[in-house]
């Protein structure tokens, strides 16, 4: 078996400096861990590719979707890929998982620990602001999917999750 890369050793790191458990995948360059967001619990993996000193992280949580709603959840995607600058929502239709994917590369083998962990906010910030989003969807009785209208969903903003520092202290 090869030894860990320079590459998942430097996020790894950064995971330790932010005190966030991971564990490295016996045999690739590859972490797991988890985190607890506002509305959900959310699966992060964190890729390095060495040849091109590259990093995905990915988040996933579950999403039982029938049929009949795969469409509207897929339209969901679609319209919130559209504002997004960085990363971007997948539906894995096989796993029935919600997934969030950013990729960043990077000008040397050990990555920079800022970038990482913003990186895996912004994963976690993101599936956390969509889950609710995609739960009233999947939740939408069959019947009334046609009148669902999407585009105003995600205006919504009572659905986001607050951001921490920007709570009023004032009473």
Known sequence: MRPPSLQILSVEEAFGRNSWHCEQVEGKDVLRAAFTGHHTRIEIIAQAYPPLNALAIIGEVPLPVDEDHQHSVLELLARANKTLNLGGFEF????????????????????????????????????????????????????????????????????????????????
């Open 92 to 171: 894995d239709l096989d796993r029935g998982r919600l997934v969030f994917r950013i990729t960043n590369l990077f000008d040397r083998e050990k990555y920079d620990a800022d970038i990482v962990a913003t990186m895996v906010h912004c994963t976690v910030a993101e599936l956390d602001r969509l889950t609710p989003y995609a739960v009233t969807v999947v939740r939408t009785p069959e019947d009334l999917l046609d009148d669902l209208d999407i585009e105003r969903l995600l205006l919504r903003e009572d659905l986001i999750p607050p951001v921490p520092g920007d709570e009023d202290d004032t009473p």
